[in-house]
Nanobody, 125 residues
C-alpha cells in the first residue's frame, strides 16, 4: 500500500508562485509514475503534470500549464513537487498527488492511477 500526503497549497495573487509537495510512503519506488491533478468546483478532475522513469526521466504537462509549472521528484524521502509560477485565477482548484506502479496507458487519465492523496487547496485571486 502507498500513502500520499500533499502540502504547500494556499492563497496567492495572480502572478504569484507556490510549490506543492507530496510525500510518498509505503511500497513505492522509482518505477512508479507520479502525477499532479486538479479539480475545481463543479468540474471534472484534470491532469496537470506527471513524471516517470523509462530509461530516462520523462515529464509531461497539459498545455495550460506548460512554461509555468515544473514537476520534479526527489528520492530521500520520496517526494513529488510541483513548482507553480505565474499563477492565474483559473489555476484555482484542489490539487491532488497520484501514483501508480505502471507507466503504460495515458498519463493524463485519472483512472490510470491507483493511489491518491487527500489534496491541497490552491486559490489564486
Amino acid at each position: 500500500h502507498v500513502q500520499l500526503v500533499e502540502s504547500g497549497g494556499g492563497s496567492v495573487q495572480a502572478g504569484g508562485s507556490l510549490r506543492l509537495s507530496c510525500v510518498a510512503s509505503g511500497r513505492i519506488d522509482d518505477s512508479y509514475r507520479m502525477g499532479w491533478f486538479r479539480q475545481a468546483p463543479g468540474k471534472e478532475r484534470e491532469a496537470v503534470a506527471a513524471v516517470w522513469h523509462r530509461g530516462a526521466i520523462i515529464t509531461s504537462y497539459v498545455d495550460t500549464v506548460k512554461g509555468r509549472f515544473t514537476i520534479s521528484r526527489d528520492n530521500n524521502p520520496d517526494t513529488l513537487y510541483l513548482r507553480m509560477n505565474s499563477l492565474k485565477p483559473e489555476d484555482t482548484a484542489m490539487y491532488y498527488c497520484a501514483a501508480d506502479p505502471t507507466y503504460g496507458g495515458v498519463w493524463s487519465r485519472p483512472d490510470e492511477y491507483t493511489y491518491w492523496g487527500q489534496g491541497t487547496q490552491v486559490t489564486v485571486s
